[in-house]
Every structure is written in C-alpha cells, then in structure tokens.
C-alpha cells in the first residue's frame, strides 16, 4: 500500500517490567500514537492488569520462575495476538545481551524493532569501580548483562533502535546493522495528574527550599553522594530539604543509617514511591547525581519528565545523554560524577522556584517530530512505501 498517511498496528513490549522509567515512555507514545489514530497496543503478561506502578511493583515481586514462564508463554504467543497482517512488533529489552531472545519470538523479525534500555557491561575501568562500589549490585550483570551474550544479535534480520547517537555508535560497534535513532517522549498518564502529594511536616512553607531525588537506591545512583553533599550544605543554610522518593530497589536501610548518622532526620525524608508529576511540580531542584549510566534508561525519562515541567535540575556529567543537554541552560547544572564538594556547592545556591516553568534544558526535535520518526520507522518495517 501506498498511502502517505497510512500507519501499521503497532504492538510493544517491554521485557523488563522493573525498569519503571521505560515502561513510562512507552506508555507516552502509544497515547501519542493513538492520538493520531494510530492502532498501538502494549502487552503485558498474565496477571498484570495495568501499567500502573501499583500493578508491575506487584508482579515483579513475584518468584523469578513464574515471571520467566509468563514472559515465555508472552514471547511465544505473539502472533495469536496480533489482529492485522501489516503488524509491527516493538520490543523493549534490557541491553544488546537480551537479542538472542528474539530468536524465541513467534513472529516474522523483518518486522520486529528492537530497542535496549540500556547497554551491555564489560570489565573496563568504569564497570571495575561500580563493582567495588557495589558488588552485589553489579556482580549479577556482570555476567547476565556481559557484550559477549550480545554477538547472537549479529545475525537477526530485526531493526535495532538506539536512544541517542552514544548508543548507535555502541550498537554499531557490536557489528549490528540497520540501526535506527531516536528519541523517548515524554507525557504524564491522566491518573498522575489526580493524587495529591502530602510533604512531611516543615517541608512545606514559603521559607524552604525542596531539593528531591527520585530513583533507586544503588550507589552507582549517586544517592550516597547526595547525602554526603546535602550534610555539608545544610550545615551552612538553613533553608534546604531533601526529599528522597526511592523505589524498592537498592539497600535502602543504608540510606537510612547514613541519615541518622548524620544526624539529618528532621532535614531529609524518605517518601518511597510518589506520583511522579505532583512531586515534579512541588521540588525547587531535581538531583540526579549519577555516577555512570549503568542501570539508568537511555535518556533518563526524568530529565524529560523535569524539563516538561520546568523543573530546574543538578545532574553529572554522563557521556550517554551528554548530547540531549543545552549548556548555557540556567536552570540546569552539570557537574563532574562523585564531585561531592561541587554539589554541595550547588545544593547551597538552589533558590526557590516559586512555581516558575524555566523553559527547556533540553536540546532535541519538538515532541511532534519525534513522534512522526518512530511512524516513519513503523511505515518502513512494516513493508508501507511512504508518499513523500
């Protein structure tokens, strides 16, 4: 067919249900796709009725072996699925090391796009210190996660989708062809609108200043040098709190000694999961002190989320999303990983916001161009010739 505004159905899974950040930017351009009439469905696995937080923190707290079974039996079943011949299967894995699980797949991989969250471990300098950092974080991905399982990705007949021109080049050089780019969109769910966000006592007030991190609980996060900068800077002003919303990953009880070892409690508090946007739209400055993008999406949907609202923002230095950020942006700082003394500097001049939207930080195509790439992409996999 040769319509110029004809769109295949476009069918999504996300393999990893853990990675909450993917699951959003899923979920942003399938209601984006469907609002230009565009057939676009996500699947999930038995038992999982929505993609909600609530729901998939509810499944992956399952035993590993019922998760396995379900997402064989989800792979397996693909085609029965699908309603149209023209269908186009997007695939969310982990890393490059996951592409031999296409070769499980029910369904022809001429038209399966394959998009990775993130990127493969190898034993450089880099990996070497997040392992002492954190070895029984990092010990496991170290050989689930290791480049050599991603070789079996070298002869499937799929399209590979890379967040970012890092993670082209890094395809590429793993001998994968047909390697497309492109960015995440950004789009708060209705329901995320509704809740309201309920601060701490004396966290509330026009005199405070909000200083929030949203995210795991892994060293190689950053969290521990929030913490370490955010003592030094609350002993010098009074005005700062820091509100950490942490998701059940991570050792989250060493968090909370190296508060009470600093003896920070009435400053700091831990809110566990919230509703993303409310929080957002309440912080003065997000920090997302990353010390490398190991377990971090490709881009963080938080930056995407931050610059949506205008939240300013104090992040590191990460090669991976280096080229998304605008450098003279005001209202976002960058400093260099593990800098502590840096971020307490940064901490100490954070003003409030005032509800004030800063304007973008962000240095990428308009939501709506971004939008027609991943239809351009869909048309092209699924065999439609588009009218120029």
Avoid at 19 to 47: C, D, R, S
Avoid at 191 to 198: F, G, K, N, T
Wanted: charged share 20%; with cysteine.
């Amino acid at each position: 067919m040769t319509r110029e505004n004809y769109d295949p159905a476009i069918v999504f899974i996300v393999l990893n249900l853990r990675m909450g950040g993917q699951v959003t930017a899923i979920n942003a351009l399938i209601t984006l796709l469907k609002q230009k009439g565009v057939e676009a469905t996500l699947l999930l696995p038995i038992g999982v009725t929505s993609a909600d937080k609530t729901a998939l923190d509810a499944y992956i707290t399952l035993p590993f072996w019922v998760r396995l079974k379900e997402t064989w039996h989800l792979l397996r079943n693909i085609r029965l699925k699908m309603q149209r011949p023209d269908s186009v299967l997007h695939l969310v894995l982990p890393s490059p090391a996951f592409s031999w699980l296409v070769w499980l797949v029910d369904f022809p991989q001429e038209r399966i796009l394959i998009q990775y969250e993130g990127a493969v471990t190898r034993w450089d300098q880099a990996h070497r210190q997040a392992f002492w950092d954190d070895p029984g974080m990092l010990a496991p991905r170290m050989i689930i996660n290791h480049h050599s399982w991603s070789l079996a990705g070298r002869w499937l007949a799929a399209s590979h989708l890379a967040i970012g021109s890092h993670a082209a080049t890094a395809l590429k050089s793993l001998g994968y062809d047909k390697v497309s780019t492109a960015t995440n969109l950004t789009l708060f769910a209705p329901e995320d609108h509704a809740p309201q966000l309920e601060l701490p006592v004396d966290f509330d007030n026009e005199t405070i200043t909000l200083v929030g991190y949203i995210g795991h609980c892994f060293a190689v996060k950053g969290v521990d040098d929030l913490l370490a900068a955010f003592a030094r800077a609350a002993n010098q002003t009074s005005h700062l709190r820091l509100l950490l919303a942490l998701s059940g990953d991570g050792n989250a009880t060493r968090i909370r000694k190296a508060i009470q070892h600093c003896h920070m409690g009435d400053k700091v508090a831990i809110l566990g999961l919230v509703p993303t946007q409310r929080l957002l739209e309440r912080l003065d400055v997000l920090v997302l002190p990353y010390r490398a993008a190991m377990t971090t999406t490709l881009f963080p949907s938080l930056l995407l989320e931050a610059d949506s609202v205008g939240c300013p923002v104090i992040t590191t230095a990460i090669p991976e999303w280096r080229e998304i950020l605008a450098p003279d942006a005001p209202h976002l700082t960058v400093l260099p990983p593990r800098d502590v003394l840096a971020l307490a500097r940064a901490l100490m001049q954070a003003t409030r916001r005032n509800g004030q939207n800063h304007g973008s930080f962000l240095q990428l195509p308009s939501q709506e161009e971004r939008l027609e790439h991943m239809r351009s992409l869909y048309r092209q996999l699924s065999g439609i010739a588009v009218m120029t």
